[in-house]
Nanobody
Framework: QVQLVESGGGLVQPGGSLTLSCAAS????????MTWYRQPPGKQRGLVAR???????SYIIPVKGRFTISRDNAKNTVYLQMNSLKPEDTAVYYC??????????WGQGTQVTVSS
């Protein structure tokens, strides 16, 4: 089992920045890939950014160049640095972990609201 706890969400003005954190506990040595998803109001949850065990990263086009995903293996934590935030980035952001055995675990989510 892997437990994930997100933090760092909040209200920010357009153009502002936020850094989300996702702290993992439990069988963290089994984690292969960490992914941030988001679910805007009234829409489906979708992938935002992913980081593999070898630190290879990938992003959806709308956030490329504005968001940066990183991981600190010593702290079992993955981060999502979000810059130049736009109202369309408003969503509940979820952390996801995939293990070597392909099990998936989710955090509880953290709200990000971009509004003036």
């Amino acid at each position: 089992q892997v437990q994930l706890v997100e933090s760092g969400g909040g209200l920010v003005q357009p153009g502002g920045s936020l850094t989300l954190s996702c702290a993992a506990s439990g069988m963290t040595s089994e984690i292969k890939t960490m992914t941030w998803y988001r679910q805007p109001p009234g829409k489906q949850r979708g992938l935002v950014a992913r980081i593999a065990k070898n630190n290879a990263t990938s992003y959806i086009i709308p956030v490329k160049g504005r968001f940066t995903i990183s991981r600190d293996n010593a702290k079992n934590t993955v981060y999502l640095q979000m810059n130049s935030l736009k109202p369309e980035d408003t969503a509940v952001y979820y952390c996801n972990a995939e293990t070597e055995s392909r099990a998936l675990f989710w955090g509880q989510g953290t709200q990000v609201t971009v509004s003036s």
